[in-house]
């Protein structure tokens, strides 16, 4: 079992607000926390960086959209091991060009047991 | 002989000459003609007749045309509904997903502080302090709130086909116990006796959650229409199918209005004023024959509703 504490989460999505209390939450949980509200900048600051144990996506957003992201994040050897957990308010996996695979999926809105359960099962792994 | 050009009239006259009914001088531009008397008669008649005959074709026109009126009408008001509809359900699409995000820091921000213990409260957390209570209330209503949201949701799914089940191995014994222990709290504040006659396990395969719905949306009903009487709920199994009753001894459905509670937005009118969008049963309904069973109900006003759901297992 690993120690929150040591590691890295890297939480994307758009909204300020649930950005920002992801970040917040998660943090007084003891995970060290990168936020990004823009999902090309996440990908150069995994190209550069460390690497997270989990990333926690949204897909439905400006700019580069979840789907391109994990599209994206597959095509990176580098990168592709990384789990992604989706948290999606829409109602279909697809944007009718890419559907996202192979990625646990929260619906929102979501409590916050649920979360931390489905984090923690990653920082366990 | 002048046949092509001449009016009806004249072609007859001619005709009747032709046979020998009549007398007929044609000069270069009229016809003179004595049909004889018993002739005369019938030339009145066929005369009447191409009248008639003339006027009925103009009544059919003018009601043809009207027909066509009317079934253009009929297309553009189909299409208008068909188009209201269309606008309906994409505005619950949008309007549910658009609150999604906004409940969701919500519903995390509140269920945060519900487990942390405020800066200048003594108390451990979960303790009734007043700040607690306030934190208790706050999570109720975003729980409130999502139920709703997920419920306009549904709408938005089961409307435009995509309703999907995914059936696993459960047993519906503990789904409805999980339930009844959820309701603990409302069943608690609303003093209402449930019990729960389930002595065996009911082992089958159907998607969890949506049996979870059904039993949640089943169970709600039945507190809000119970007039705080008894709640019993039955699950039992067959070789086939599995049954699940809840029997509620409040309200009541009169008859005539049975058929309608499985419709949208449908609400029982001998109640008075209850929150929430009339969609419980619809969205009960729509599971339960996704799933290849069925719902039937049995209802007397003032003595309350049985609710009976099979699902074949």
């Given amino acids: 079992m690993s120690d929150p504490a040591t590691l890295p989460l890297m939480i994307i999505d758009d909204d300020d607000d649930l950005r920002n209390a992801l970040s917040f939450i998660l ?3 003891g995970y060290e926390v990168t936020a990004f509200g823009d999902a090309r900048r996440a990908l150069t600051a995994l190209d550069a ?32 091991p990384i789990p992604v957990v989706v948290l999606t308010a829409a109602n279909t996996l697809s944007d009718g060009v890419h559907t996202v695979s192979d990625v646990e999926i929260v619906g929102k809105p979501f409590a916050l047991d649920e979360l931390l359960e489905v984090v923690g099962r990653y920082a366990n792994r | 002989m002048l046949w092509a050009g001449s009016n009806p009239t004249d072609r007859i006259l001619m005709y009747l000459a032709e046979i020998g009914a009549g007398r007929c001088t044609i000069t270069d531009d009229t016809v003179v ?10 030339m009145l008649g066929l005369l009447v007749l191409h009248e008639d005959l003339a006027y009925a074709s103009q009544q059919r ?7 066509r009126g009317v079934a253009e009408e009929r297309e553009r008001l189909l299409e208008d509904r068909k188009q209201a509809i269309q606008a309906r359900d994409q505005f619950l699409a ?15 921000l509140v269920d945060h502080l519900v487990a942390t213990p405020g800066p200048e409260s003594p108390n451990p957390p979960g303790a009734a302090s007043a700040h607690g209570q306030q934190l208790g209330l706050l999570k109720r209503q975003v729980d409130r709130l999502t139920a709703l949201v997920v419920q306009m949701l549904d709408v938005s799914r089961i409307t435009g086909g995509g ?16 339930v009844v222990d959820r309701f603990e709290l409302e069943i608690t504040r609303r003093n209402v006796s449930v019990t729960v006659d389930a002595p065996v396990p009911v082992p089958g395969a159907w998607d969890a959650g949506r049996v979870e719905q059904v039993v949640t949306n089943l169970l709600s009903n039945a507190l809000k229409y119970g007039a705080g009487q008894p709640i019993e709920i039955t699950v039992h199994g067959e070789p086939a199918r599995a049954l699940l009753v809840v029997r509620d001894h409040g309200v009541g459905i009169p008859e005539d209005e049975q058929d309608k509670v499985f419709g949208p937005f449908a609400r029982a009118t001998t109640a008075r004023y209850h929150p929430g969008l009339g969609l419980g049963l619809w969205i009960v309904q729509q599971i339960v024959q996704a799933s290849a069973g069925r719902i039937t109900l049995d209802s007397r006003v003032e003595e309350g509703s049985t609710f009976t759901v099979e699902l074949p297992r």
Avoid: K
């Fill in chain 1, 27 to 29: 943090t007084a949980q």
């Fill in chain 1, 49 to 80: 960086g460390p690497l997270p144990f989990l990333i926690l996506l949204d897909l439905m957003m400006a700019g580069m959209s979840g789907w391109e992201f994990r599209a994206a994040q597959l095509a990176n050897t580098r990168l592709n």
């Fill in chain 2, 33 to 42: 003609a004595e049909p004889d008397l018993d002739m005369q008669q019938v």
């Fill in chain 2, 61 to 67: 026109a003018a009601a043809e045309a009207m027909l």
């Fill in chain 2, 94 to 108: 949008i309007a549910a997903h658009e609150l999604r995000t906004p409940l969701a820091t919500l519903a995390l």
């Fill in chain 2, 163 to 178: 309703l999907q089940l995914t059936p696993v191995p459960i047993d519906l014994r503990d789904v409805v116990r999980d």
